[in-house]
């Protein structure tokens, strides 16, 4: 497993789940965590809820039984109960990053390096799958803005390409052809250096799950799930949008900017509610996931489109 750095919660890593959210929601409530205002707002954001929404108030956690036991990852499975058994044969060492495109400084880094260059936060967030069901998890990382940072972009650089991991031998799922592999996602540059996008190492302050994405995946709370690619080996910084798996696959159904839309509907399903899980009420759903306050400046000057 890659070396994990936590520099300010560690002691999360040894507290059971609901002692550790506890503390948390005390220290938070003090005013003690260092992080950003974003951290603090996010954890308990009612930033864009909407007055019959059940969710209102402190964002409670999805236990992490559920999150690590049904997951999208289409290397290995389309059975999402099957996903977190097959990942398990996945080599996590040795594991590169490289970062490189249109950028003065690219690089390559050993993931046990890129852990120990930033110190660690933890982010809850929501999490919409745009197959109409969310969780609300706790992630571990660093702003991806901080990575991308270190590269130097060009001002050539308007987006942001992801790819995953392409390791046929152990990913029973690029043998068989659902998806053009590897997994590849993107953001325009702004949404990629915006103070909520995470680069993920951790969940629920123990490191990453296979099954979640391990050893790096990236969260944009406000974007459906198919945004948040997972074991990423190549971030590539270029200047125009690039190709991305769902949206070559079925261009009418998964949109390049995959926001959290509910007043647009997948061509098959409504997206005005989700369903929880674990809970068994369906919530409604919020425009860009309860994070509007925050992003929605990002699309002032595109239209309507753009938020899907
Ligand atoms: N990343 C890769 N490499 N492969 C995938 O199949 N699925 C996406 C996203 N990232 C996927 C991926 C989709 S559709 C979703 S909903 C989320 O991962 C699921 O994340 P989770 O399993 O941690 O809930």
Same mark, same amino acid.
């Given at each position: 497993?890659?070396?994990?750095?936590?520099?300010?919660?560690?002691?999360?890593?040894?507290?059971?789940?609901?002692?550790?959210?506890?503390?948390?929601?005390?220290?938070?409530?003090? =005013?003690?965590?260092?992080?950003?205002?974003?951290?603090?707002?996010?954890?308990?954001?009612?930033?864009?809820?909407?007055?019959?929404?059940?969710?209102?108030?402190?964002?409670?956690?999805?236990?992490?039984?559920?999150?690590?036991?049904?997951?999208?990852?289409?290397?290995?499975?389309?059975?999402? $109960?099957?996903? $977190?058994?097959?990942?398990?044969?996945?080599?996590?060492?040795?594991?590169?990053?490289?970062?490189?495109?249109?950028?003065?400084?690219?690089?390559?880094?050993?993931?046990?390096?890129?852990?120990?260059?930033?110190?660690?936060?933890?982010?809850?967030?929501?999490?919409?799958?745009?197959?109409?069901?969310?969780?609300?998890?706790? /992630?571990?990382?660093?702003?991806?803005?901080?990575?991308?940072?270190?590269?130097?972009?060009?001002?050539?650089?308007? !987006?942001?390409?992801?790819?995953?991991?392409?390791?046929?031998?152990?990913?029973?799922?690029?043998?068989?052809?659902?998806?053009? /592999? @590897?997994?590849?996602?993107?953001?325009?540059?702004?949404?990629?250096?915006? @103070?909520?996008?995470?680069?993920?190492? =951790?969940?629920?302050?123990?490191?990453?799950? $296979?099954? %979640?994405?391990?050893?790096?995946?990236?969260?944009? +709370?406000? $974007?459906?799930? !198919?945004?948040? +690619?997972?074991?990423?080996?190549?971030?590539?910084?270029?200047?125009?949008? +690039?190709?991305?798996? /769902? %949206?070559?696959?079925?261009?009418?159904?998964? =949109?390049?900017?995959? %926001?959290?839309?509910?007043?647009?509907?997948?061509?098959?399903?409504?997206?005005?509610?989700?369903?929880?899980?674990?809970?068994?009420?369906?919530?409604?759903?919020?425009?860009?996931?309860?994070?509007?306050?925050?992003?929605?400046?990002?699309?002032?000057?595109?239209?309507?489109?753009?938020?899907?």
């Amino acid at each position: 497993m890659p070396s994990f750095s936590m520099s300010r919660i560690s002691e999360n890593q040894v507290t059971p789940e609901e002692i550790f959210f506890k503390k948390r929601r005390q220290m938070l409530i003090a =005013g003690m965590l260092t992080g950003s205002s974003f951290l603090d707002r996010t954890v308990y954001a009612k930033d864009g809820l909407t007055s019959d929404d059940e969710n209102a108030g402190a964002l409670k956690a999805t236990p992490i039984e559920l999150i690590t036991n049904y997951n999208n990852y289409y290397e290995f499975s389309n059975d999402k $109960k099957a996903v $977190k058994v097959l990942a398990q044969d996945l080599t996590l060492h040795p594991w590169t990053i490289t970062v490189d495109g249109e950028v003065e400084n690219p690089f390559t880094i050993d993931i046990d390096d890129l852990t120990k260059l930033f110190a660690m936060e933890e982010r809850i967030y929501r999490f919409r799958c745009v197959e109409g069901w969310s969780m609300v998890v706790p /992630w571990t990382g660093f702003s991806l803005a901080r990575l991308i940072d270190r590269a130097r972009p060009t001002s050539r650089a308007r !987006f942001v390409a992801f790819e995953s991991v392409h390791r046929r031998s152990e990913m029973p799922g690029q043998r068989a052809g659902s998806l053009i /592999w @590897p997994y590849r996602e993107g953001l325009r540059i702004d949404e990629a250096m915006h @103070p909520l996008t995470f680069a993920v190492t =951790g969940l629920y302050g123990k490191p990453l799950p $296979k099954q %979640n994405g391990a050893p790096l995946r990236i969260a944009v +709370p406000w $974007k459906y799930g !198919f945004k948040n +690619p997972k074991a990423i080996v190549h971030i590539r910084l270029v200047s125009s949008q +690039p190709a991305t798996s /769902w %949206n070559i696959l079925a261009p009418s159904e998964y =949109g390049f900017y995959g %926001n959290v839309n509910p007043l647009v509907s997948h061509p098959r399903w409504s997206q005005q509610r989700e369903n929880s899980i674990g809970e068994m009420k369906k919530h409604s759903t919020l425009m860009l996931n309860g994070y509007a306050d925050q992003v929605a400046y990002l699309y002032a000057h595109n239209d309507a489109k753009a938020l899907y």
